[in-house]
Each structure stands twice: as C-alpha cells, then as structure tokens.
C-alpha cells in the first residue's frame, strides 16, 4: 500500500468522524451506546397522532426524510418550518425541488450557525448538555430544538426534567414517527450541543394562543415607531 494511498484513507476517516452524515440510515443506531442497545424502537405501526401529549405538536406535513445524509440541514429546515422562517422551508430539498445547493450532504454545528447568520436568523445554543436549554425551548416555549449525536443530528420536541421525557423525531426514521426515549440512554447518546432557532416577530406563540394581535412587519423606508403588535388604520395619503 502506498504512502498516499494510507495517507487518502486516514484523511477520510477522519472527515467520517467529524462530519454528521447518517450512513446507517433507517436502523436503530445500537452500535453508538453499546451492542444490543436499542435507543427506541421503530415500528411499522405508527398510532394515528403521535402528537398527543408532546410539547410540540410538530405535523406530519412538515415531517422530512433523510435519503442523501443530509440530517444535519434537515433538522434545520424542520425548525424552521415550525417556526415560519420562509428562508429555511425547502433548504434541504433537492436542489430539482429548490433546495439550496449549499445545504446538501453532510454538515456539522458550525455551518448552521454561518448560515443563519448570514440570513439574520437568531439562534440560540448550549454544546454542555443543559437540560435547562433543553426544557426551556421544548416544553415552556415550545419551539423545539436541533441536536447532535454522533455522525447524525436530529430534532427533539418534548423534553422534561420532573419526568426524565425526551421525544425525538430522527429523520433517519422512515416511519416519520415522534419516539419517546429512554432519558439515560438519551444522554448518553446526545454529544451536548443543541440549538433553537427564531423568527422576528416570533410567530411560534402563536400557534398556541391565536387570541392576540398579529404582528406586523413594517417595511417603509420611514418607518412610524411603534410596537411589533400594533396594527395601524389605513390613512389617506
């Protein structure tokens, strides 16, 4: 074996370790906690709502599945479904569908934060494994949030610390089914880092109390000083 050959074969191992692809894609990840561990388990029965008693009721129709290793944009684009974040709805769709070219294959944590940056779209984060953070989007803001598992991100949308509840959505998972998970197995499974994501104004309260104002972006080169909420009467001028 060559000396560029080794060398080829090292740089690649590498790079699978540091990037987040799902090469084991639609099987249960046992082999990332232990043999025979199963983190939860698939079925191909899903119940009819799976929604019932999670945080984030997150549809069906925002539900995406990863065929090309993209989990890392999909998880993303989830978020921002849920959020109604125009920009962020069809990144991770093929590109023959309007996905962005940039958001293909595999990513990791960092890419995230330069894209939203880029599209001025707020994000919040903790790489410490906060359970804190974790309840706080999930069950008292219930926006969801984005983590990272070795060689994989997902999305979870329930989280409490009183229960040990975690409910996962694994976009690896043809069933496109939420799962509860086992909390110890959770953590060690989970590499600390996660996210949330956030629209300005922020529309995801309102999903769950429609009783307010709707907020109103103002979009007038002189824009009047007033509060996001306020809905101005049309004038004559």
């Known amino acids: 074996m060559t000396r560029l050959f080794k060398t080829f074969i090292l740089l690649f191992a590498f790079l699978s ?3 987040a692809f799902a090469g084991n894609q639609h099987l249960p990840p ?6 025979g561990v199963k983190l939860y388990t698939y079925t191909d029965n899903p119940p009819k709502d799976d929604t019932i008693g999670v945080d984030v009721p997150f549809p069906k129709e925002y539900r995406m599945v990863n065929i090309s290793g993209n ?3 999909i998880s993303l684009s989830m978020l921002g479904r849920w959020a109604q974040i125009d920009d962020l709805y069809k990144i991770a769709e093929p590109i023959s569908k309007g996905g962005d ?5 595999g990513s990791y944590f960092g890419a995230v934060q330069d894209y939203c940056a880029a599209r001025r779209i707020r994000i919040d984060y903790t790489t410490t494994k906060d359970d804190a953070f974790m309840e706080k989007y999930c069950k008292i803001e219930r926006r969801g ?14 989280y409490s610390i009183a229960e ?5 959505f694994d976009n690896a998972d043809r069933s496109q089914t939420l799962h509860t998970m086992d909390w110890d197995k959770f953590h060690r499974w989970w590499d600390g ?7 300005d104004p922020d529309l995801v309260p309102y999903r769950f109390n429609p009783w307010v104002l709707i907020p109103v972006d103002d979009h007038r080169s002189n824009p009047l000083t007033m509060p996001k909420e306020y809905f101005p009467l049309p004038s004559n001028n």
């Open 17 to 19: 370790s540091s990037v």
């Open 30 to 35: 046992t082999e990332l906690i232990g043999p």
């Open 71 to 73: 989990c890392v944009w």
């Open 101 to 105: 070219s940039h958001c293909q294959g």
């Open 145 to 158: 949030v984005g983590i990272f598992v070795p060689h994989h991100s997902v999305n979870i949308f329930g």
């Open 164 to 168: 040990r509840k975690v409910v996962v």
């Open 193 to 199: 880092t996660a996210y949330a994501i956030f629209r």
